[in-house]
C-alpha cells in the first residue's frame, strides 16, 4: 500500500488526540481485530477474504502511522 498521501496530516493530528484519550499501544491491536470482527458479524459471507485482507492492510497502515507519530520510533508512551 502507498503512502497516505494528502490525509496523512489528519492522522498525525488523530494519532496525538488518541495520546489525550488515555489510547496504549497494544490497544491498537485489539481494536483492529474487533473492527474485523464486526465487519465479518454484519456482513458474513459478503465479507470475502479479499475484502478482509484490504481491510487489514488498510487498518495496519494506518495504525502502524498512528503509533509511530505519536509515540516514536521507539514506541515510548508518555508518562
Ligand atoms: C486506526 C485506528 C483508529 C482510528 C482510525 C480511530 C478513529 C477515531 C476517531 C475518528 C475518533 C473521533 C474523535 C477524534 O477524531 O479525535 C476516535 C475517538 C476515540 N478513539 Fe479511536 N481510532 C483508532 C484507534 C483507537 C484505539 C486503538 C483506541 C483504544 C481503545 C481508541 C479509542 C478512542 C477513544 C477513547 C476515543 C474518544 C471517544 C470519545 O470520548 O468521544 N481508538 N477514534
Redesign the pocket.
Known amino acids: 500500500m502507498g503512502d497516505l498521501g494528502h490525509v496523512w496530516q489528519s492522522?498525525v493530528?488523530?494519532a496525538i488526540?488518541?495520546v489525550r484519550?488515555?489510547?496504549?499501544i497494544e490497544?491498537?491491536?485489539?481494536?483492529?481485530d474487533v473492527?474485523l470482527d464486526t465487519f465479518k458479524h454484519i456482513l458474513g459471507d459478503r465479507f470475502t477474504p479479499a475484502t478482509r485482507e484490504a481491510w487489514e492492510a488498510l487498518?495496519a497502515k494506518?495504525?502502524s502511522t498512528?503509533i509511530r507519530e505519536a509515540y516514536g520510533d521507539y514506541g515510548i508512551e508518555p508518562k
Open positions: 492522522i493530528d488523530l488526540r488518541h484519550y488515555g489510547v496504549k490497544q491498537y491491536a485489539f481494536v483492529g473492527l487498518y494506518i495504525a498512528m
